[in-house]
């Protein structure tokens, strides 16, 4: 019989299921991690309600660390904020291939293993995405002077992008506003950024920018109209580089 | 001369963004710099492409000419003095403040400047040290940015620029030193080399500075590139690569572009207008070679010859090659050595190094190839795992080439619908043996 580890669908959710499969002692095809929002109800399995903890969760991190080496935790660690129903059964197979060969810090190298090649998918597909959204975002000034951005991702990039901008706009004050999980990032000046969710944010603000937005919007509007070569135009190229879902939420295409 | 005091900077951005469109290079990649929390900026060293504008071209920098006055008339520039257009220029604070506005809203990577000559070589490399030492210095700006050294400028001059851009590019315009003197009477194709070997000598100085104080300034930490206008002039695909292999090899450029010939100016000594548009099939096909070049250890001499000079329209560089070379295939998955894997159609240098580690830890079949981003229809004709084929198929030139052109790219209705028969060596090329003579009459 199957035992299906139910949790939600979080960082701390998710490695606090393999925490409790690992403590278990179970094996690939003996278990499942599902979600608590999207379960589907099988026959002949056995569910159990997870305890979510931070401790389990910085348990199986250090684990993976230690074991598995950093550079296979970040690739982990993408896959599971991955849109993929089955992302934890991917990192908790994944984790038990890597006991079975020699070195077990080369397992994301293991492509013919499924479980493995899956979490790889995974993993990338979220990095793609994150490094997409490094581009595609736009901020607008709202009249406060704060730096306001929108974004419709498929996979859970918050975290991917935040530090990425926290570098980069050290000095500014700026969020951004994840619609599709309704969560936020907010960095304050000079501050380090958090991740906020579950909270009713009041959002009238947002739709008040500053004085010079409207300049700058028309500028870099006409700017993106200006640079394309006439005889060259190409959309269907333009169409594989900047698929239309991301489009929405992107100034220049509107 | 009609003088306009007052522009907008809509208009200004207007008509120095369309002056500038023609520059191919847009890329941010190059090298990676963290923020140091005291201003605004970093860089990505794999580059991040922020927009992508209607021709399907990746918007990353804010791509403008500092001014399109120009004292030169190159025959195939918009910006050449003999061409009645509005002209304008930038001031420097005018560049920083646009640069730094579009960067906090994430619109761009960072700047890429360029500008016309005006006044003398020396007086436009100033203005353009201007605005990127206020961008660097005083706006405390760490984005990327890639700037022209203009040919004739003062060395030292060139040298201090060098210091705050990441990126430098001289254009090198056209392939051979007998087009430039045909369509660009004020350069010269040592003008052009001049600076371009300045800034390599600089860059591996620079190297050593680094090794012994690791603070030291770097100077183009991004490295070099140029690029060159396709189509304008009758250079052979062959003359094409061997001027991009010697570039690469005796300048180290980090990457050459090419630019497929738009005609902008009406001139004599330039090829016919005709309705087919730029030639952006043999452009790509160059991009192609390109990277067989840099990435997957071709020669120059092994993709073309003097008795086959240009690329076949139907075919990329690396299928053409594997047809002609059928006696080294089929290369076996689980042994081959990554060299020879690379020589693969269908597998690009990621996946051959997937493959490489992922079959030191099992066998690998055709659906693990799949997953690690395999083109199957394209590699099935040329690999065996465990010694078989994905489907029985004949090792056979005509038989493959059948059957890649049946799966392959989407090529102009022009070109699929000649025929591969008819055409196994078509160049685009659209002109006769008499150029030179002709175009030269008109000097």
Same mark, same amino acid.
């Given at each position: 019989?199957?035992?299906?580890?139910?949790?939600?669908?979080?960082?701390?959710?998710?490695?606090?299921?393999?925490?409790?499969?690992?403590?278990?002692?179970?094996?690939?095809?003996?278990?499942?991690?599902?979600?608590?929002?999207?379960?589907?109800?099988?026959?002949?399995?056995?569910?159990?309600?997870?305890?979510?903890?931070?401790?389990?969760?910085?348990?199986?991190?250090?684990?993976?660390?230690?074991?598995?080496?950093?550079?296979?935790?970040?690739?982990?660690?993408?896959?599971?904020?991955?849109?993929?129903?089955?992302?934890?059964?991917?990192?908790?197979?994944?984790?038990?291939?890597?006991?079975?060969?020699?070195?077990?810090?080369?397992?994301?190298? $293991?492509?013919?293993?499924?479980?493995?090649?899956?979490?790889?998918? %995974?993993?990338?597909?979220?990095?793609?995405?994150?490094?997409?959204?490094?581009?595609?975002?736009?901020?607008?000034?709202?009249?406060?002077?704060?730096?306001?951005?929108?974004?419709?991702?498929?996979?859970?990039?918050?975290?991917? %992008?935040?530090?990425?901008?926290?570098?980069? %706009?050290?000095?500014?004050?700026?969020?951004?506003?994840?619609?599709? $999980?309704?969560?936020?990032?907010? $960095?304050?000046?000079?501050?380090?950024?958090?991740?906020?969710?579950?909270?009713?944010?009041?959002?009238?603000?947002?739709?008040?920018?500053?004085?010079?937005?409207?300049?700058?919007?028309?500028?870099?509007?006409?700017?993106?109209?200006?640079?394309?070569?006439?005889?060259?135009?190409?959309?269907?190229?333009?169409?594989?580089?900047?698929?239309?879902?991301?489009?929405?939420?992107?100034?220049?295409?509107? | 001369?009609?003088?306009?005091?007052?522009?907008?900077?809509?208009?200004?951005?207007?008509?120095?963004?369309?002056?500038?469109?023609?520059?191919?290079?847009?890329?941010?990649?190059?090298?990676?710099?963290?923020?140091?929390?005291?201003?605004?900026?970093?860089?990505? &060293?794999?580059?991040?492409?922020?927009?992508?504008?209607?021709?399907?071209?990746?918007?990353?920098?804010?791509?403008?000419?500092?001014?399109?006055?120009?004292?030169?008339?190159?025959?195939?520039?918009?910006?050449?003095?003999?061409?009645?257009?509005?002209?304008?220029?930038?001031? *420097?604070?005018?560049?920083?403040?646009?640069?730094?506005?579009?960067?906090?809203?994430?619109?761009?990577?960072?700047?890429?400047?360029?500008?016309?000559i005006?006044r003398s070589p020396d007086y436009t490399m100033e203005l353009i040290y201007?605005?990127?030492?206020?961008?660097?210095?005083?706006?405390?700006?760490?984005?990327?940015?890639?700037?022209?050294a203009i040919p004739g400028a003062n060395t030292e001059l060139i040298q201090r620029v060098g210091?705050?851009?990441?990126?430098?590019?001289?254009?090198?315009?056209?392939?051979?030193?007998?087009?430039?003197? +045909?369509?660009?009477?004020?350069?010269?194709?040592?003008n052009?080399?001049t600076p371009?070997?300045l800034? !390599?000598?600089?860059?591996?100085?620079?190297? #050593?500075?680094?090794?012994?104080?690791?603070?030291?300034?770097?100077?183009?930490?991004?490295? !070099?590139?140029? &690029?060159?206008?396709?189509?304008?002039?009758?250079?052979?695909?062959?003359? /094409? /690569? #061997?001027?991009?292999?010697?570039?690469?090899?005796?300048?180290?450029?980090?990457?050459?572009?090419?630019?497929?010939?738009?005609?902008?100016?009406?001139?004599?000594?330039?090829?016919?207008?005709?309705?087919?548009?730029? *030639? +952006?099939?043999?452009?790509?096909?160059?991009? #192609?070679?390109?990277?067989?070049? @840099?990435?997957?250890?071709?020669?120059?001499?092994?993709?073309?010859?003097?008795?086959?000079?240009?690329?076949?329209?139907?075919?990329?560089?690396?299928?053409?090659?594997?047809?002609?070379?059928?006696?080294?295939?089929?290369?076996? /998955?689980?042994?081959?050595?990554?060299?020879?894997?690379?020589?693969? *159609?269908?597998?690009?240098?990621?996946?051959?190094?997937?493959?490489?580690?992922?079959?030191?830890?099992?066998?690998?079949?055709?659906?693990?190839?799949?997953?690690?981003?395999?083109?199957?229809?394209?590699?099935?004709?040329?690999?065996?795992?465990?010694?078989?084929?994905?489907?029985?198929?004949?090792?056979?030139?005509?038989?493959?080439?059948?059957?890649?052109?049946?799966?392959?790219? @989407?090529? *102009?209705?022009?070109?699929?619908?000649?025929?591969?028969? !008819?055409?196994?060596?078509?160049?685009?090329?659209?002109?006769?043996?008499?150029?030179?003579?002709?175009?030269?009459?008109?000097?």
């Amino acid at each position: 019989m199957k035992t299906v580890y139910i949790c939600n669908d979080t960082i701390t959710g998710i490695f606090s299921a393999v925490y409790d499969a690992w403590r278990d002692r179970q094996r690939e095809e003996t278990c499942k991690i599902a979600f608590k929002n999207t379960l589907e109800q099988e026959l002949f399995c056995e569910y159990r309600q997870v305890e979510e903890t931070e401790h389990k969760a910085q348990a199986v991190e250090n684990l993976i660390k230690k074991h598995l080496g950093r550079r296979a935790y970040w690739d982990l660690y993408h896959a599971v904020l991955s849109q993929d129903e089955e992302k934890g059964d991917a990192v908790l197979g994944t984790m038990l291939a890597a006991r079975e060969i020699p070195d077990s810090t080369k397992i994301m190298e $293991h492509l013919s293993h499924p479980k493995v090649a899956m979490a790889f998918r %995974l993993g990338r597909n979220v990095e793609g995405e994150a490094h997409s959204y490094k581009g595609f975002l736009r901020f607008r000034e709202l009249a406060s002077g704060v730096l306001y951005s929108e974004i419709t991702p498929k996979n859970q990039v918050l975290t991917c %992008l935040a530090p990425h901008f926290a570098d980069r %706009l050290p000095l500014e004050n700026w969020m951004i506003y994840d619609k599709t $999980h309704q969560m936020f990032v907010v $960095h304050e000046k000079a501050k380090k950024w958090v991740l906020v969710w579950n909270e009713d944010i009041d959002l009238s603000a947002a739709s008040r920018v500053s004085d010079k937005e409207m300049e700058y919007a028309r500028l870099w509007k006409s700017f993106v109209r200006t640079i394309a070569i006439e005889s060259r135009t190409n959309p269907k190229c333009q169409l594989n580089h900047l698929p239309l879902h991301f489009r929405g939420d992107m100034l220049e295409m509107g | 001369m009609h003088i306009q005091e007052s522009m907008s900077m809509y208009e200004k951005l207007n008509i120095l963004t369309d002056a500038a469109k023609y520059d191919v290079a847009c890329t941010s990649s190059g090298t990676s710099r963290k923020g140091d929390g005291t201003g605004m900026g970093t860089c990505e &060293q794999s580059g991040i492409c922020h927009s992508f504008s209607a021709d399907g071209r990746c918007i990353s920098l804010l791509k403008i000419l500092f001014t399109n006055e120009c004292i030169y008339d190159c025959r195939y520039c918009v910006n050449r003095r003999s061409n009645d257009i509005i002209r304008t220029s930038f001031t *420097p604070d005018e560049v920083c403040t646009l640069t730094m506005e579009f960067y906090r809203r994430n619109y761009i990577e960072g700047l890429f400047l360029s500008s016309g000559i005006l006044r003398s070589p020396d007086y436009t490399m100033e203005l353009i040290y201007a605005a990127l030492y206020k961008l660097r210095r005083e706006c405390n700006f760490q984005g990327y940015i890639h700037v022209k050294a203009i040919p004739g400028a003062n060395t030292e001059l060139i040298q201090r620029v060098g210091f705050l851009a990441d990126r430098m590019s001289v254009n090198l315009e056209l392939p051979t030193a007998e087009s430039l003197r +045909l369509l660009a009477p004020h350069k010269s194709r040592r003008n052009i080399l001049t600076p371009m070997r300045l800034v !390599q000598n600089r860059m591996e100085e620079n190297k #050593q500075e680094l090794a012994l104080y690791r603070n030291a300034p770097r100077f183009v930490p991004a490295g !070099q590139s140029t &690029q060159m206008i396709i189509g304008a002039t009758p250079e052979t695909d062959y003359q /094409i /690569i #061997q001027v991009a292999e010697s570039l690469y090899q005796k300048f180290e450029l980090k990457r050459v572009f090419y630019s497929a010939f738009v005609h902008v100016n009406e001139d004599k000594a330039l090829p016919k207008r005709t309705d087919e548009g730029p *030639p +952006l099939l043999r452009e790509h096909r160059l991009y #192609q070679a390109d990277w067989l070049l @840099r990435y997957y250890h071709f020669q120059a001499s092994e993709l073309l010859s003097e008795e086959n000079p240009n690329f076949n329209v139907m075919l990329d560089p690396k299928c053409n090659w594997a047809l002609k070379h059928l006696e080294q295939f089929p290369v076996e /998955i689980n042994r081959a050595d990554y060299k020879m894997l690379l020589r693969v *159609p269908g597998l690009g240098y990621k996946s051959a190094v997937r493959i490489v580690k992922a079959r030191r830890l099992g066998v690998l079949g055709f659906t693990d190839l799949k997953k690690m981003g395999v083109v199957l229809k394209r590699a099935m004709y040329f690999i065996t795992c465990s010694g078989r084929m994905m489907y029985p198929t004949k090792l056979e030139e005509d038989y493959i080439t059948r059957n890649l052109l049946n799966v392959g790219e @989407r090529l *102009p209705e022009e070109v699929r619908n000649m025929g591969y028969r !008819q055409l196994s060596l078509f160049d685009d090329v659209r002109f006769g043996s008499g150029f030179y003579e002709k175009a030269g009459g008109t000097i």
